[in-house]
T-cell receptor, first 114, second 110 residues
Framework: DAGVIQSPRHEVTEMGQEVTLRCKPISGHNSLFWYRQTMMRGLELLIY????????DSGMPEDRFSAKMPNASFSTLKIQPSEPRDSAVYFC????????????FGEGSWLTVV | DAKTTQPPSMDCAEGRAANLPCNHSTISGNEYVYWYRQIHSQGPQYIIHGLKNNETNEMASLIITEDRKSSTLILPHATLRDTAVYYCIARRSGNTPLVFGKGTRLSVIA
């Protein structure tokens, strides 16, 4: 199994530019999660989807952030416009349906906004 | 989800068992105890989870007290590669997210 695949792995962009992070969940998984990790705030949940439907986006910091899941095998997290304080590692994770199910994480996208 | 409390850091000698405690005194009946770890610069890695009974897999053992208010993750023979931040999380059953705390930074020392 390929695991959760994220791209790009590293991105450096200028303030004000649009950033799009991509995630391919594990095949057959019904839930998808986006997290952000910084030194100051640790690992924070941004948004999660069940069966492609957003369930809780209360962790999305501002209107500059948006996430979509157009189908079961693809999700995007977009930041527009980006700011230096958005610099962080963004993790995507997925899990199958069921009680006591396990969530699997990708290797993250390292974003630096200068 | 119930709050969990973990010591901020621990040391363990290489080859010895690492016992990482976690307190979850307000855990509810439908919440599982999950353990993940994060090695520097990598995504969180699933270790083990349990509801009531003790669990063991190829990575670790999970001991849950009878009242379910605390648990211990045991790495039976710690190696330098086990140096990481370990997170104990109480999570409701179903398609719910993990809520991470600060975890325990385990340093395995040669």
């Amino acid at each position: 199994d390929a695991g959760v695949i994220q791209s790009p792995r590293h991105e450096v962009t200028e303030m004000g530019q649009e950033v799009t992070l991509r995630c391919k969940p594990i095949s057959g998984h019904n839930s998808l999660f986006w997290y952000r990790q910084t030194m100051m705030r640790g690992l924070e949940l941004l948004i999660y989807f069940n069966n492609n439907v957003p369930i809780d986006d209360s962790g999305m910091p501002e209107d500059r952030f948006s996430a979509k899941m157009p189908n079961a095998s693809f999700s995007t997290l977009k930041i527009q416009p980006s700011e230096p304080r958005d610099s962080a590692v963004y993790f995507c994770a997925s899990s199958p349906t069921g009680t006591g199910n396990t969530i699997y994480f990708g290797e993250g996208s390292w974003l630096t906004v200068v | 989800d119930a709050k969990t409390t973990q010591p901020p850091s621990m040391d363990c000698a290489e080859g010895r068992a690492a016992n990482l405690p976690c307190n979850h005194s307000t855990i509810s009946g439908n919440e599982y105890v999950y353990w993940y770890r994060q090695i520097h610069s990598q995504g969180p890695q699933y270790i083990i989870h349990g509801l009531k009974n003790n669990e063991t897999n190829e990575m670790a053992s999970l001991i849950i007290t009878e009242d379910r208010k605390s648990s211990t993750l045991i790495l039976p023979h710690a190696t330098l590669r086990d140096t990481a931040v370990y997170y104990c999380i109480a999570r409701r059953s179903g398609n719910t997210p993990l809520v991470f705390g600060k975890g325990t930074r385990l340093s395995v020392i040669a």
